[in-house]
């Protein structure tokens, strides 16, 4: 059963930094690509980056390129997402997603982790 | 970038009826590569269709959808009490920032 896991969320000032984590299990991990989606408290649904099977491959929403850093370790079946220069606009619950490809192109969302609440406020 | 919107933004409906949900796009969606997610209250979305028209895994066959370029189509074809929930569409195209998602249409029970 794929199971994805996310933690590392909390409550943090503005302008400071946050990381997040996603333990997977149930699946081969480093056959896959992975992404990071957000959600702001009564909103809808905001792609925030995602990251190839190899890190080879890596992208970013506009409104957090320069600020936020995907990564992955797959000798440790994680992803990660490192937060800097934390606004209050990126308050929202982030979550981790699974595609069924290897890059970061082109594929739907299969399985979703159940996410971790960011606020940013002071 | 591509915008997608969803209309109605709410539909009340009752168990049992047919459900229509429409997603609409700035830009034809190459490849039909369209889908559609289910978020119930306090849950993560559920992929249901992707592929514009193929069903996810252990979806049930009451839920299809339909469409190219730029307009699709979710249909529910008997409202079970379950499926009363948020809808997202959401096209995923061939550059990595091409990933939108509609705002989401609501289905109420009536």
């Known amino acids: 059963e794929v199971q994805l896991v996310e933690s590392g969320g909390g409550l943090v000032q503005p302008g400071r930094s946050l990381r997040l984590s996603c333990a997977a299990s149930?699946?081969?991990?480093?056959?896959?690509?992975m992404h990071w989606v957000r959600q702001a408290p009564g909103k809808g649904l905001e792609w925030v980056s995602g990251i190839s099977w190899n890190s080879g491959s890596i992208g970013y929403a506009d409104s957090v390129k320069g600020r936020f850093t995907i990564s992955r370790d797959n000798a440790k079946n994680s992803l990660y997402l490192q937060m800097n220069s934390l606004r209050a606009e990126d308050t929202a619950l982030y979550y981790c997603?699974?595609?069924?490809?290897?890059?970061?192109?082109?594929?739907?969302?299969?399985?979703w982790g159940q996410g971790t609440l960011v606020t940013v406020s002071s | 970038e591509i915008v997608l919107t969803q209309s109605p933004g709410t539909l009340s409906l009752s168990p049992g009826e047919r459900a229509t949900l429409s997603c609409r796009a700035s830009q034809s969606v190459s490849s039909s590569y369209l889908a559609w997610y289910q978020q119930k209250p306090g849950q993560a979305p559920r992929l249901l269709i992707y592929g514009a028209s193929s069903r996810a895994t252990g979806i049930p066959d009451r839920f299809s959808g339909s469409g190219s370029g730029t307009d699709f189509t979710l249909t529910i074809s008997r409202l079970e009490p379950e499926d009363f929930a948020v809808y997202y569409c959401q096209q995923y195209g061939s550059s990595p920032q091409m990933y939108t998602f509609g705002q989401g249409t609501k289905l109420e029970i009536k």
């Open positions: 997603a699974l595609t069924p490809v290897a890059t970061i192109k082109g594929s739907y969302f299969d399985y």
């Open positions: 149930g699946f081969t991990f480093d056959d896959y690509a």
